[in-house]
């Protein structure tokens, strides 16, 4: 049965370009772990500030497997060097999660935001984050003729 993992970041207005343009220079490092189903980065449209980080795995072990990965790692070391170039604090504070206090999406990937006080062109892009997971109950798509 897949799980779906929805990180929730509150991103202020000032900061929604920095993060989509975070998001955009992940490039494929989440695509090619083993377990991995779908991502999507879900903008507001109106009446919130908060993005939604969508994943969908094979199974939670696949997910926390890749948090582990040596590709995971990376990503959210590359992120803290941009932010760090770009005159921030760096990303996130704690140990690995996806949004759960730690490195991951929303607290310190490859552009996903963070949690935290940052404000400005480099640091964090959102003023924080929480995990909510899922277990796929049904799932439908288009019919095909």
Do not use: C
């Amino acid at each position: 049965m897949s799980v779906v993992k929805i990180n929730v970041l509150t991103v202020p207005a000032e900061m929604r370009e920095s993060l989509e343009r975070r998001f955009a220079g992940r490039a494929g490092m989440v695509e090619s772990s083993d377990g991995f189903e779908w991502f999507e980065l879900l903008r507001p449209v109106e009446g919130t500030d908060r993005y939604l980080v969508y994943t969908r795995w094979r199974s939670e072990a696949d997910f926390e497997r890749w948090q582990k990965s040596q590709a995971f790692q990376a990503g959210h070391a590359q992120a803290a060097a941009e932010a760090q170039a770009q005159g921030g604090p760096g990303h996130g504070q704690g140990g690995p999660g996806h949004g759960q206090g730690g490195p991951g999406h929303g607290q310190g990937g490859p552009g996903h935001g963070q949690g935290g006080q940052g404000h400005g062109h480099g640091g964090p892009a959102a003023s924080g984050s929480e995990l909510w997971s899922f277990e796929v109950v049904q799932s439908a798509g288009p019919k095909t003729a």
